[in-house]
């Protein structure tokens, strides 16, 4: 049990509880990506495509471009145009219809410098296209990493995220995203505490160790037991003096 | 029960009144522990076990006497068993280890001794048929295994002789010592197939020369030593193409030598019954028969096999017939002289469908073993449907009004019909009274069944891997009906559904069963009434195309069945049923039914939506690069799952709302590294509608195998620590806050907030085999993991002990919500063993449902033996006990009722006599 040394256990915990808040976080947060060895400051930059058609049929276009840097402070940034006036008017065919604004990020590695960044294909996510237009383009975009920095997913949410069919002005509301972007790695499961439990059952059999020092019965109870031992002797005494023969007797 | 240990963690403050609280805390849980172990007179009240040991390699039967009641086997899942001739009852039996390490090559037996090369070659065992017991073992040297038989010096029999790919050695019978090994010559152009001895001071081995020659040579049986040599030619035969042939002869006695006449097997179903002359060197062919299957150590047993019907031959002359069956692969003879010098025999029938059937003298069928049961891949728990009148009482609110006086009548009849049912229950009942007990007999037939008052009695329809179908009553374990699929390939996949349940009276219960051959991925259905195991003349959809997901959806056709939804590799969808309305309907919800494909040999998961014309479009694309991680296991929740309460109260009055996503899939993986340093078990938790990763941890230091478990708004799952060399357990809690975001519904599509998730990490000390988690009516009662041991136990681990909220320091909070404090270390208790002795061998899966009492849940472990019981994670708290003193409670009440009437009286008449005075 008390394999586990301490210093180990803390800085594994520390870490769970920085992410397990992730996702209160606004974005340009900086997370810590497992064991990134390479540092690469220099960062560089992948599309953020978007489609919304109201056939459905994906048509991805050029939303943005995301800012990665990898290494042992991963931070991301998005710099984005404003919608079109023909975009905002699509976009607002495809609330209409109940249709699907989908975005999709390509495969890429925050870590590996040596080999080639980009990986084919790409990931994908979709919110609603009306809750979109109803939360007046604010969205949440969240980019999963795994232990060794590939980008495995991507993730889109509106605030508020429901659809409940209040109009928009597309002048005002329409024109400009108002995106929350964050990157999210794995976080650490935490290890069994021996070494917190063992600590913690020391500390407990110190306390208790001082204050009783365990005495003996005899020790706890002589003022009981001595007037006892006394009083059966003396009665025993009476009884062998006194009725001695009716016992006998009687037995 | 606790460890002082814990007692002491309870009192950081040591205050002594906090102590004594806490040990109050301690005796009341043990007492809660210790209520859950079973009475002794409870035991097989409820569960019931059956032990099998899969398909027969090998078999002997113990003597040459009509009165031996014993059998030896020795089976595919390396089992030597023993069974009672008469009734097919296991007398003792060996699990060896799985896999080809304990893989039996050979069985011989000889009086008291069974002798067992294990492991292609690696021992040699010796056992005590009488208790079962291991005489002793003898490691042999490496080599492959050819051969063995017994060697016998001055008729009896004291060596045992064997044959690998290079050597032959020989062993004491009495203590396994070798008494030589020799190499063979020129082993590496000669295939040595067999050895023999006759009972001389030679032992021969015969090895083959492809398309060339035989060649003997003679061994003395002393030193080993090669008295000669001979090369013989070959026979002129025709083998069917591509086909080893193989000998079959005879030998009664190692100590003489065997019969003349031996089969030679040319083809899979062709025999040659041969002759050796009394010279010694030509052979005359007798006899040809085909097709046929020959028994292995026989006297003469052949099967002229015309529609599979079993007839019995003696080496000349015909000697009886026996009934039908599935085509038998194995037969096994016993052949002996009964007192009147007639030849009795008794066959073991080994089928394909692994029934093993034990048959005697004028073709009765003495009893059959299902074997077949000895691998369950999946099965379902159906309701029984309801009794005659029961259904026609349900059936009266299914129709249409017409009228009221015809409405009325209708009632007035089916009430009139169930004071009939019910009289005649009282009638049984108090003609069974007067029976003696023991001829009572409860037989459970097909025509019977039906549901009992709390629905505890239900139907398993397990699906075995040899494509055998059964249907078994759950309360006694019966086999009810079974039903063989024939043309099943050995590696398909399958997966049960229920597509309509018990409840839609008169539609009859449905179950589909997915077929799927894993090579090529094409998929057949077989649909069936799982109560009467008959099979369904639905049309069928054609499934021309390899099917890659299959879904249930919760629509259900004008018939009450659920729709199946059948995706292909094009990721076109075919529906099942697939009538008008269900299309409609399809088309209407189209654009609200996602689904989810995972690719674990591309790490790829992906989401799809349906569209109107039942195509589908991807929506999401999770990909998890398989040079780093590989998906191992991926599953959601049990859609019949309920789950009573929204939230947990804290110690502070506040409610913890749980993160109740029906949607969520639990995904984890395993590092492609294995280094013990590196590797790591990866738990995601994805939407499955919106592929949104809503937690994403990495267990370090771990590898598999991972058994997870995934419900309600928990995970757990149990993985290897590869520095600490523990197995440990772990569990995920969501929860949304102590606000709800939309307290009315759950949508994946709007839910943008992530939940809490907390985590806690316990030391198991044993590992484990599976894991589930019991299932209540209702979700009201607490809930338990049902954990399958190696040992063959099953622990009942209440979920309480599995709790992230489990404080490290006990605060007033805390105690107020009844949690545990934390402790690294999860105590296996033996009284939470829900299977007391009655161990499972190889547990392979847990299948747990509810009952019709919420306290209830039904369980059953399958493996090698299947086991049923139930279990009451909360106690039974809905139900009185066995010992409820009826007589009692009832002898107070009209005590009380009697006392009250008197002294009523007695009042009455003592204010009479007042007015009167």
């Known amino acids: ?251 | 029960m606790y460890r002082p240990s814990l007692v002491v963690t309870f009192t950081k403050k040591s205050s002594v009144k906090m102590a004594k609280l806490t040990s109050l805390f301690v005796i009341l849980l043990s007492f809660f522990c210790i209520s859950e172990a079973v009475f002794e007179d409870q035991v097989g009240k409820f569960d019931w076990r059956q032990q099998y040991v899969g398909k027969t390699l090998f078999a002997h039967f113990e003597s040459n006497t009509q009165s031996s009641k014993k059998m030896f086997v020795a089976t595919d899942k390396n089992i030597f068993a023993s069974f009672n001739s008469r009734t097919g009852d296991l007398l003792w039996r060996h699990v060896d280890k799985t896999g080809p390490e304990g893989s039996i090559d050979i069985l011989l037996l000889h009086g008291q001794d069974a002798l067992m090369v294990v492991g292609d070659g690696r021992l040699l065992r010796s056992w005590d048929t009488n208790i079962g017991g291991l005489n002793w073992e003898a490691v042999l040297d490496t080599g492959s295994f050819q051969a063995a038989c017994f060697v016998a010096i001055q008729d009896t029999v004291k060596l045992v002789a064997v044959l690998k790919k290079a050597a032959i050695s020989l062993h004491y019978l009495s203590n396994g010592h070798q008494k030589w090994v020799e190499n063979l010559p020129d082993s590496d152009a000669v295939q040595y197939q067999a050895v023999y001895s006759g009972g001389e001071e030679e032992v021969y081995v015969l090895g083959v020369v492809p398309n060339s020659h035989l060649t003997i040579i003679a061994y003395s049986l002393e030193d080993g030593e090669i008295i000669k040599q001979v090369t013989t030619l070959s026979l002129d035969l025709e083998v069917f193409p591509g086909f080893q042939p193989v000998l079959v002869s005879s030998q009664p006695h190692p100590a003489r030598s065997p019969l003349s006449e031996f089969f030679l097997q040319l083809g899979p179903d062709h025999h040659v019954l041969l002759q050796l002359n009394a010279d010694g060197y030509t052979i005359a062919p007798l006899r040809d028969f085909q097709p046929c299957v020959v028994s292995h150590p026989v006297v003469g047993g052949v099967s002229p096999c015309s529609g599979w019907c079993l007839a019995l031959w003696c080496v000349v002359s015909p000697c009886g017939v026996s009934p039908c069956g599935v085509s038998p692969p194995q037969l096994y003879v016993h052949a002996f002289l009964k007192k009147d010098d007639s030849v009795g025999y008794r066959v073991l029938v080994q089928t394909q469908d692994h029934a093993l059937t034990f048959i005697q003298q004028p073709g009765r069928v003495v009893w059959t073993r299902e074997e077949a049961l000895a691998d369950v891949v999946t099965m379902e728990m159906v309701d029984l449907p309801l009794t005659g009148t029961q259904a026609e009482l349900e059936g009266e609110f299914g129709k249409k009004a017409d009228g009221l006086f015809p409405m009325v009548l209708k009632r007035l009849s089916s009430q009139v019909t169930l004071l009939q049912a019910w009289l005649a229950h009282l009638w049984k009942l108090f003609y069974e009274a007067r029976k003696p007990r023991s001829q009572v007999k409860n037989e459970v037939t097909i025509e019977t069944l039906s549901r009992d008052e709390f629905n505890l009695q239900k139907m398993m329809v397990m699906v075995t891997a040899s494509g055998k179908l059964f249907g078994i009553d759950s309360k006694s374990g019966s086999i009810l009906w079974k039903h063989y699929l024939e043309n099943v390939q050995p590696n398909a996949a399958f997966k049960l559904i229920v597509q309509r349940t018990t409840a839609h009276f008169p539609h009859p219960p449905q179950c589909t069963l997915l077929i799927k051959d894993k090579d090529t991925g094409l998929a057949t259905l077989h649909v069936f009434n799982p109560i009467f195991g008959r099979k369904s003349h639905i049309a069928l959809p054609a499934l021309p195309r390899p099917i890659l997901q299959s879904l249930l959806l919760p629509v259900i056709d004008q018939d009450y069945a659920k729709v199946l939804l059948l995706v292909d590799d094009q990721y076109k969808v075919t529906a099942f049923p697939s009538t008008k309305n269900v299309l409609q309907q399809l088309q209407e919800m189209a654009s609200s039914i996602f689904f989810y494909l995972i690719r674990s040999d591309q790490g790829n998961l992906s989401g799809f939506r349906l569209r109107k014309d039942l195509s589908t479009e991807r929506i999401w694309e999770v990909v998890l690069p398989t040079e780093v991680q590989k998906i191992v296991a991926v599953k959601g929740k049990r859609p019949n799952e309920h789950v009573h309460s929204q939230g947990r109260v804290m110690g502070d009055r506040s409610v913890l709302y749980k993160y109740l996503n029906p949607n969520l899939l639990a995904v984890v993986t395993e590092s492609t590294d294995t280094h013990p340093e590196r590797a790591f078990v990866g738990v995601f938790l994805v939407d499955g509608v919106t592929g949104r990763i809503i937690h994403e941890a990495v267990q370090r230091k771990a590898r598999g195998p991972v058994h997870f478990v995934h419900s309600e708004n928990w995970v757990v799952y149990e993985y290897w620590n590869t520095k600490s060399r523990r197995n440990e357990f772990s569990v995920l809690e969501l929860f949304e806050g102590t606000e709800l975001y939309n307290s009315t519904v759950f949508s994946s599509l709007d839910r943008p907030h992530l939940p809490q998730v907390l985590q806690q990490t316990y030391i198991f000390p044993s590992p484990i085999t599976t894991m589930e988690a019991t299932l209540t009516e209702k979700g009201i009662t607490s809930r338990h993991l049902l954990v399958g041991l190696p040992s063959g136990a099953i622990l009942s681990l209440p979920k309480m002990f599995l709790d992230p909220r489990r404080p490290e320091v006990v605060t007033e909070h805390s105690r107020e919500e009844n949690l545990i404090p934390y402790a690294p270390e999860m105590p296996i208790r033996t009284e939470w063993f829900i299977n007391y002795n009655q161990t499972v061998a190889r547990v392979k899966g847990i299948y747990t449902a509810p009952s019709g009492l919420e306290s209830t849940c039904l369980v059953v472990a399958y493996g090698l033996d299947i086991y049923q019981t139930r279990v009451y994670p909360s106690k039974q708290f809905d139900v009185l006990k066995d010992d409820y003193d009826y007589v009692l409670i009832s002898s107070v009440l009209f005590a009380l009722f009697f006392a009250t009437m008197i002294s009523k009286r007695l009042a009455q008449v003592k204010l009479l006599n007042r007015a009167w005075r």
């Open chain 1, 1 to 251: 049990m008390a394999s586990v040394p301490r210093s180990f256990l803390l800085l594994s915990i520390i870490p769970t509880i920085l992410i397990l808040c992730a996702d209160f976080a606004c974005c340009n947060t900086g997370r810590k990506t497992g064991d990134g060895l390479d540092t690469d400051f220099s960062g560089f930059s992948v599309p953020l495509e978007h489609s919304f058609e109201v056939d459905d049929v994906s048509r991805f276009r050029m939303r943005g471009a995301l800012q990665l840097r990898g290494g042992r402070e991963t931070s991301v940034s998005l710099s984005q145009s404003q919608l079109s006036e023909e975009d905002r008017k699509t976009l607002k065919e495809v609330a209409a219809v109940d249709g699907l604004y989908k975005i999709r990020v390509p495969r890429v590695s925050l870590t590996d410098r040596q080999t080639e960044r980009q990986m084919d294909g790409y990931l994908t996510a979709f919110v609603r296209a009306c809750s979109l237009v109803e939360s007046h383009l604010s969205d949440v975009i969240t980019l999963h990493t795994d232990v060794s920095g590939y980008l495995i997913g991507v993730s889109i949410v509106t605030i508020p995220g429901a659809c409940r069919g209040t109009e928009v002005e597309d002048e005002v509301d329409l024109e400009a995203f108002n995106t929350t972007l964050t990157i999210i790695a794995p976080t650490n499961a935490p290890q069994p505490e021996t070494a917190l439990f063992i600590e913690r059952m020391d500390i407990e059999h110190e306390k208790r160790g001082k204050p009783q020092e365990q005495k003996s019965f005899f020790a706890k109870y002589w003022m009981y037991i001595v007037p006892l031992v006394l009083f059966l002797m003396m009665s025993g005494a009476q009884d062998q003096s006194g009725g001695g023969a009716a016992n006998g007797g009687g037995r």
